[in-house]
């Protein structure tokens, strides 16, 4: 039985549509929610596809208002989809307390712990549930499929293509938590989310995955060296570079002088990844 999606609301932009839908989530428990940008091209033929995982605090709706993706997902033919970043209104109490934990921060991970494992399958959702939703309701290729992200979305991006070498084509990231195994944020939420054993943490820590992923394709992460978190030592792009450079997966990481971690700087360098994308999907 296919999952009925209901439109919310839906926007001309750049010659295409921005839509955003809801539908009950097999994989969540619960209702969830994505945005989807359909350049002109879509109405004629079916095209790739490209998912944006956005960071803390986000919503499906901050990258498609803020970014400026739209004109460039129509200059190089892609259909652009965005997933809320966690489930919302569960009813888990102290879901809302924290920015950092719960309501707007699923960390792209399948919680293992009460009371979070009804509701936070993160990971499945992305990888599993709604790229077989968007198949069947929308004009994609399912075959050209990649991924990218920022912040905790970067750190979600990542982990999906390393995990899943056969279902990514491409991966980038802006600011993305690398290292969340030794980073304070990232530490938290595995505690809270999964295991207090460390080895299970490995599974969902990019640095980690690296050294044992199938993924071999170039691999674009772009940091701002304005960033607070950079500075707070909760970024560690350091770590994923040494990693790649172990077991030679070609890595770019460039640091943007003066940039800091919010949309100015995701709009300044995003028509660079959809490009990036572009040129290996089309």
């Not at 803020?66 to 919302?88: C, E, H, M, W």
């Amino acid at each position: 039985m296919s999952t009925k999606i209901k439109l919310v609301q839906q926007h001309q932009c750049f010659g295409g549509t921005v839509s955003y839908y809801s539908h009950s989530s097999s994989t969540c428990n619960i209702e969830m929610r994505f945005s989807i940008y359909q350049p002109p091209q879509a109405k004629s033929k079916s095209l790739p596809i490209l998912y944006f995982l956005s960071g803390l605090t986000c919503t499906e709706e901050n990258f498609m208002m803020k970014a400026g993706a739209q004109q460039f997902a129509n200059k190089y033919g892609l259909i652009l989809v965005v997933p809320d970043t966690s489930p919302r209104n569960t009813g888990i109490v102290g879901e809302d307390d924290n920015w950092d934990l719960g309501t707007g921060a699923g960390f792209y991970v399948n919680a293992t712990k009460e009371p979070w494992k009804k509701h936070y399958q993160m990971y499945s959702y992305v990888v599993e549930e709604l790229p077989e939703i968007i198949a069947k309701n929308f004009p994609i290729q399912p075959d050209k499929q990649s991924i990218f992200g920022h912040s905790m979305g970067g750190h979600g991006a990542l982990i999906c293509a390393l995990k899943n070498p056969e279902k990514y084509q491409s991966v980038s990231a802006f600011a993305p938590i690398v290292a969340p195994m030794r980073s304070s944020v990232g530490q938290k939420v595995f505690t809270n989310y999964l295991d207090t054993n460390q080895e299970y943490w490995r599974d969902y820590d990019a640095s980690e995955l690296v050294l044992n992923s199938a993924f071999n394709r170039h691999i674009l992460i772009d940091i701002g060296t304005a960033d607070p978190f950079l500075a707070q030592k909760q970024l560690l792009p350091e770590l994923f570079e040494n990693a790649c450079k172990k077991v030679g997966l070609p890595l770019t990481l460039r640091m943007l002088e003066n940039y800091d971690h919010g949309y100015y700087f995701i709009a300044s360098f995003i028509e660079d990844h959809i490009r990036y994308h572009a040129e290996v999907l089309n």
